[in-house]
């Protein structure tokens, strides 16, 4: 019998989670420097998260505390949200990095993370905003009908990766099922949220599908809360100066209720920046085989 070969540290945690067992799942491999791309998508595959983080030192000169490579089952990622929040907490309550400001190493550049005890602020790429599809066309590409829109645009937005975004009546956000034929003939970035939004509270009730899950569905999604701040300025929804706050609720559709805490800055109408913050919570530690 052969032997097993090397093996590596990793743990599973709970990423914009009010409570263990909520928010998104990740895992976070250590010390993954030796890992080529078909080693790490085979792990990330065994997981079969929606994705697994791996942390790696970072490149000389890059002034970065860390670097990680992002993949979900099927797919290297160059950023995303829940990931990084997940990976820079684990990586301090690891003792691997003091707290405070960490500054990670991605496919999308060197982004800040603030992270404390309970969780991590993670600050997103440049604002990106550009024309999406017709809102009804979106709607129908969504398993909806037109007469769901509430007569905003469906642009597509982000910090570091596009999502295209739907304003729908409340009542039907639930109702939502991608329709991946009609989907791949629309420009909508990395997937569509699928979303309301509450003025009175500045919080979205969202729920996110993205392509590089064959269009499954997220429980907790970084980068689109990310960009829905961008979204929300652009939409008029938000003030068009200055940093406004507001909440994304998501995952609750798949009983993985999810909290994302937002802000995003404009300047003339147009988001010139944007963070996220969740609560990180450890569910599970272990050793996990090098694939050969």
Not at 30 to 39: I, K, N, R
Not at 135 to 151: C, K, N, Q, R, T
Not at 270 to 292: E, L, M, N, S, Y
């Amino acid at each position: 019998m052969s032997s097993p070969g090397p093996e590596l540290e990793y743990e599973v945690v709970d990423v914009f989670a009010p409570r263990a067992f909520a928010g998104n799942p990740l895992a976070v491999v250590f010390d993954a420097d030796g890992l080529t791309t078909e080693q790490c998508q085979a792990l990330a595959f065994e997981f079969h998260l929606s994705e697994t983080s791996f942390l790696c030192a970072p490149t000389e000169g890059s002034g970065a505390t860390y670097r990680v490579r992002i993949f979900t089952p099927f797919a290297e990622l160059p950023f995303a949200g829940h990931p990084s929040v997940g990976a820079a907490h684990t990586l301090v309550r690891a003792g691997r990095s003091p707290a405070g400001t960490v500054r990670q190493e991605c496919g999308a550049g060197v982004l800040d993370v603030v992270v404390d005890d309970d969780g991590a602020t993670l600050s997103g790429g440049r604002p990106t905003l550009e024309d999406g599809p017709e809102p009804g066309v979106l709607a129908e590409a969504m398993g909806l009908s037109a007469a769901d829109v509430v007569g905003l645009p469906a642009h597509v937005a982000g910090c570091g990766l596009p999502f295209g975004f739907l304003a729908v009546r409340p009542e039907v956000v639930d109702d939502a099922a991608p329709v991946p034929a009609l989907l791949g003939e629309l420009g909508v970035g990395e997937g569509v949220s699928v979303l309301s939004w509450d003025a009175a509270t500045s919080t979205a009730y969202a729920r996110v599908f993205a392509n590089d899950l064959a269009w499954g569905e997220d429980p907790a999604t970084g980068s689109a809360a990310l960009g829905a701040g961008v979204w929300l300025v652009a939409a008029g929804l938000l003030a068009p100066d200055g940093t406004s706050s507001y909440v994304v609720r998501q995952g609750e559709a798949l009983g993985r209720p999810s909290v994302l805490t937002c802000t995003v800055t404009a300047a003339g109408g147009r988001a010139t920046a944007a963070t996220v913050q969740g609560a990180v919570v450890p569910v599970a530690r272990g050793r996990i085989r090098v694939p050969r």
